[in-house]
C-alpha cells in the first residue's frame, strides 16, 4: 500500500478523524480483528501517523473509549433540565440515552462490548463511565425521592442500588434496540420508563414493596 498523502490540519482535528475512524473499525470489526492499517487508510492518514498521535493500538483504543464515554455522559446530562418533575427528568434522560446510543452504535459498541471484554485496562474504562452515568442517576433519583417524602435522610444505599438497576436495564435495552430494526430512541425509552417508573412513582408516593417475613418465604 502506497504512502497517504494528506492536507495540513490542526492536530487537534486530525486526531478527531483518527479518533472517528478508528471507533468504526473497532465497533463493527471488534479490537482484536482491527488493524492500525484499516483505520489510518479509513482516516486518511499514514499508519506512522496514527501511531505519533497516539502510540500504539491500546492506546488508540482507551482514548476513543474515553471518548465515547465522555460524549454519552455529555448527552444524558445535556438531555435532563433540573427543575421538572422526576418523571419528566427520567424520560428525557432516557430519550437522551437511547437518541445517543443509537446515533453512535459504533461508539456503543466499543463501549458496551468491546472495552467490557478485552481486558482489564480497557474494561476499568468503560466501568468508570458507568460508574459517573449511576451517580448522575443516584442524583437524580435521591433528590426527587427526598422532595415526595419530605425526607433529607432517605439512605443512599436504597437509591443507588435503584440507579445501578435502572443503568444495567438501560444498558441491555440499547443493546437490544440497536440489533433489532425499527424500534426508536423514544419506543426504547418508553419501554424502560413502563418497566421502571411503576415502582419508581411508587417510592416517591411513599409506596414500597416490603418482602416477605423470612418465615413466610418457604410457605
Known amino acids: 500500500m502506497g504512502a497517504v498523502k494528506t492536507k495540513r490540519m490542526p492536530r487537534a482535528v486530525r486526531e478527531q478523524q483518527m479518533l472517528d475512524a478508528a471507533v468504526q473499525i473497532f465497533g463493527q470489526r471488534g479490537y482484536m480483528a482491527a488493524s492500525m492499517d484499516e483505520i489510518a487508510e479509513l482516516a486518511g492518514v499514514s499508519k506512522p501517523l496514527v501511531y505519533l498521535y497516539l502510540h500504539s493500538k491500546e492506546d488508540l483504543f482507551t482514548a476513543c473509549i474515553r471518548r ?11 438531555g435532563v433540565s433540573p427543575g421538572l418533575s422526576a418523571d419528566r427528568q427520567l424520560w428525557d434522560g432516557l430519550c437522551a440515552f437511547f437518541a445517543h446510543t443509537a446515533e453512535h452504535p459504533d461508539g456503543w459498541s466499543v463501549l458496551h462490548l468491546q472495552a467490557r471484554t478485552h481486558g482489564e485496562i480497557f474494561a476499568a474504562e468503560a466501568t468508570a463511565v458507568r460508574e459517573e452515568l449511576v451517580a448522575f442517576v443516584t442524583q437524580l433519583i435521591a433528590t426527587a425521592c427526598r422532595a415526595a417524602h419530605r425526607d433529607p435522610d432517605l439512605p443512599e444505599r436504597e437509591v443507588a442500588g435503584l440507579a445501578e438497576a435502572l443503568v444495567g436495564a438501560a444498558e441491555a435495552l440499547a443493546a437490544w434496540a440497536n440489533a433489532t430494526p425499527g424500534v426508536t430512541a423514544r419506543q426504547a425509552a418508553a419501554t424502560l420508563m413502563n418497566f421502571a417508573w411503576a ?4 417510592l416517591m408516593d411513599g409506596r414500597s414493596w416490603t418482602p416477605p417475613a ?3 418465604q418457604g410457605s
Open 68 to 78: 465515547e464515554g465522555a460524549a454519552l455522559t455529555q448527552a444524558v446530562r445535556v
Open 214 to 216: 423470612p418465615a413466610e
Open 199 to 202: 415502582g419508581l412513582g411508587n
